[in-house]
C-alpha cells in the first residue's frame, strides 16, 4: 500500500513569493493534516480535514496561508507571500481518525530566502 | 487543553546501553498514545501505541506502557543500536477526531 506522498520534497524561494505544497494521502483515510515543524521542535497543526471539511484551521495564519481538499482526497496548501519565518519542514498526514494513528509523508522543507 | 511534555535531549548512549525517554501527558479525553520516530531527512514514522490504560505497545525491540494513574508513556529498549540514533516523538490522539498533539521531541545518539 502507498503511503502518503508530498511534493515537492525541498523548495527554495525568495521572500514574498507564491509556494504550494501538494499531499496525495493513504487510499480511504478520511482525515487529513498539515503540521509545521521547525527546526528541533515537534509537529505543529496549521490545519485538519474530515473528507472536504475543514474542521481545524484555528491555527492557520490566514493572512498569507490557505489550503484545500477537493474532492475530499488530495490537497494542497500555499503560502502568499512567503515571509522568511515560514522556512521549515511542512508534513502532511492522514489517518482513519477517531484516535487511530496517523501516517506522514516525507514532508517538504521550503527554505526562503 | 492537551499537551505532552517529554525529557529533553540530547540523549547520547552506547550501543548496547539501556534506553528510557520519559513522556507524561495532560489530556481532557480519554487517549491514545503513539511515540514515533524520525530518522534525520525523513518524515515521522509510527513506533508503536496504545489504545487503554495498562496497554503495553511495542515494536523493534521498543515498548511502552500507558500508565493512566501516572499520565505517563515512558519508552524502554533493552539494548540499543546505532541505528536507533534518531529523534523520538511522543503523541496523543483523543477519540472523535480530535487533533494528534505532539511532544517536543528527544534525540537521541548512539555510538558504537
Known amino acids: 500500500e502507498a503511503g502518503v506522498v508530498q511534493s515537492p520534497r525541498y523548495k527554495i524561494i525568495e521572500k514574498k513569493q507564491p509556494v504550494a505544497f501538494w499531499c496525495n494521502p493513504i487510499s480511504g483515510h478520511n482525515t487529513l493534516y498539515w503540521y509545521l515543524q521547525n527546526l528541533g521542535q515537534g509537529p505543529e497543526l496549521l490545519i485538519r480535514?474530515?473528507?472536504?471539511?475543514?474542521?481545524?484551521d484555528s491555527q492557520l495564519p490566514k493572512d498569507r496561508f490557505s489550503a484545500e481538499r477537493l474532492k475530499g482526497v488530495d490537497s494542497t496548501l500555499k503560502i502568499q507571500p512567503a515571509e522568511l519565518g515560514d522556512s521549515a519542514v511542512y508534513l502532511c498526514?492522514?489517518?482513519?481518525?477517531?484516535?487511530?494513528?496517523?501516517?506522514f509523508g516525507q514532508g517538504t522543507r521550503l527554505t526562503v530566502v | 487543553g492537551n499537551s505532552v511534555t517529554q525529557m529533553e535531549g540530547p540523549v547520547t548512549l552506547s550501543e548496547e546501553a539501556f534506553l528510557t525517554i520519559n513522556c507524561t501527558y495532560t489530556a481532557t479525553g480519554y487517549p491514545s498514545l503513539f511515540w514515533y520516530v524520525q530518522y534525520p531527512g525523513e518524515g515521522l514514522q509510527l513506533l508503536l501505541k496504545?489504545?487503554?490504560?495498562?496497554d503495553k505497545g511495542s515494536n523493534k525491540g521498543f515498548e511502552a506502557t500507558y500508565r493512566k494513574e501516572t499520565t505517563s508513556f515512558h519508552l524502554e529498549k533493552g539494548s540499543v543500536q546505532v541505528s536507533d540514533s534518531a529523534v523520538y516523538f511522543c503523541a496523543l490522539s483523543i477519540y472523535y477526531g480530535q487533533n494528534f498533539v505532539f511532544g517536543p521531541g528527544t534525540r537521541l545518539s548512539v555510538l558504537p
Open positions: 496504545a489504545t487503554k490504560a495498562d
Open positions: 498526514a492522514s489517518s482513519l481518525g477517531d484516535g487511530r494513528e496517523a501516517f
Open positions: 480535514y474530515e473528507n472536504e471539511e475543514a474542521v481545524d
